[in-house]
């Protein structure tokens, strides 16, 4: 039984004349009744009645149309599916993310650009650090990830760079650096610090502490706190001070209390990047990291 013995069926069921059909299908009458005598053939009984104006169904004929009607439309969902899974417009994405990169504006403008362009695309998202998330894109658990590193150690991967975010100094609202005009790492090492842990971040931790090398100097870290936002609002609290993504400024609406300043020294940035897998052959994944780029484009073009 093929797909073409289905619709012949349906048209003469429909038009309840083999002639009607016929025409409505652009084949001659006599092919037709070959085809639906091959189909009652193949079932073992007859599913139509002549009757003097046509045809009728019989109650085998009436039991089978009701199970094979929704075939045909099931079908061109299924080749309409199939098409847009082909372009990267169906399915599921698995998308890693770091807390801090979750208030990089390209990171949230073009999870919400993906979202609104394909629709038809479930975005799956999952936060972790770093380090677990690369793993997860190894071993499959997700597609593509957000990470703040700018190398990697496994052939099975690649990273694309989006962009070398600035890090940024932030202080209690209260601290007796407010009036200065800049800061330096000198100065801050002199306070106690409040810093992801490095086991959580190791990536954000190990540059941070290299920045303070580079200056000749070593942070005096008091607290430790997995969470950037836990960061920010402990300082707040007058905990500390601590270094963060300058995207972290976002919480300033929502964190009173709390000042950010720029190092003056050069060189103070924590990069932002995609991982997906080498030989990736989703056409999701590459959409996604295509519309990424596009964002970071917009962005940088001021739109």
């Not at 936060?127 to 990470?147: P, Q, R, S």
């Not at 942070?219 to 007058?238: C, D, F, R, W, Y």
């Not at 056409?283 to 519309?291: M, S």
Request: proline share 4%.
């Amino acid at each position: 039984m093929e797909l073409r013995h289905i619709r012949y069926f349906l048209a003469v069921a429909d038009a309840k004349s083999f002639t009607y059909a016929a025409e409505v299908l652009g084949i001659g009458q006599p092919p037709l009744s070959i085809q639906i005598r091959d189909l009652e053939n193949e079932i073992g009984t007859k599913l139509f009645h002549r009757i003097a104006r046509g045809v009728e169904l019989t109650s085998a004929g009436t039991a089978f149309y009701d199970a094979v009607k929704v075939l045909p439309g099931l079908v061109e969902e299924a080749k309409s599916s199939a098409l847009l899974a082909s372009r990267g417009e169906l399915g599921v994405l698995k998308v890693g993310f770091t807390s801090s990169s979750a208030f990089n504006s390209v990171v949230t403008r073009s999870i919400k650009k993906f979202k609104s362009d394909y629709k038809n695309v479930s975005l799956q998202l999952d936060e972790a650090h770093t380090d677990n998330l690369i793993k997860a894109v190894e071993n499959g658990a997700i597609d593509v990830a957000f990470v703040r590193t700018d190398h990697l150690y496994s052939e099975l991967l690649e990273l694309h760079l989006i962009l070398q975010e600035p890090l940024t100094i932030v202080l209690p609202e209260q601290h007796s650096y407010i009036a200065q005009s800049h800061i330096t790492l000198n100065q801050l090492a002199n306070e106690e610090m409040i810093l992801c842990p490095r086991d959580y971040s190791v990536h954000l931790h190990d540059t941070i502490v290299a920045l303070f090398e580079k200056a000749g100097c070593v942070p005096t870290v008091k607290q430790t706190a997995p969470q950037l936002s836990s960061i920010i609002n402990l300082v707040s609290a007058g905990i500390g001070v601590s270094i963060v993504p300058s995207s972290m400024k976002a919480m300033s609406h929502s964190s009173s209390g709390v000042a950010f300043y720029d190092i003056a020294e050069e060189g103070a940035y924590i990069p932002l990047s995609i991982v997906s897998r080498v030989h990736e052959r989703s056409p999701i994944v590459k959409k996604f990291i295509n519309n990424v780029a596009a964002t970071q484009a917009e962005i940088i073009a001021g739109k």
